[in-house]
Nanobody, 119 residues
């Protein structure tokens, strides 16, 4: 079984920072890229940031550009999300995901970690 494990969520005040971590566990697998999604109560899950291993290109949704940074770790299938200048609207459950093929859908998911930004 392949899975991802997130950590680093928590409660922070507006303007604060958090760093989310995601690492693979279980059977090893190869991926084409990884991403961070989030889902707020009553809203659809949305892609926040993504990184492609080939070329190292990164994607950010407009609302987090300049505040969030996605980066890869030294270990395979490890990714981080540095979140600065957090806003209440960033409050959500954050999920890490991996794409095992390119092009392809995100098909390996973590269990999610709660991020709450208080005003």
């Amino acid at each position: 079984q392949v899975q991802l494990v997130e950590s680093g969520g928590g409660l922070v005040q507006t303007g604060g920072s958090l760093r989310l971590s995601c690492a693979a566990s279980g059977r090893t697998f190869s991926s084409a890229g990884m991403g961070w999604f989030r889902q707020a109560p009553g809203k659809e899950r949305e892609l926040v940031a993504a990184i492609t291993w080939s070329g190292g290109s990164a994607y950010y949704r407009d609302s987090v550009k300049g505040r969030f940074t996605i980066s890869s770790g030294n270990a395979k299938n490890t990714v981080y999300l540095q979140m600065n200048a957090l806003k209440p609207e960033d409050t959500a459950v954050y999920y890490c995901a991996a794409r095992r093929s390119s092009p392809g859908q995100y098909d390996v998911w973590g269990q999610g970690t709660q991020v709450t930004v208080s005003s």
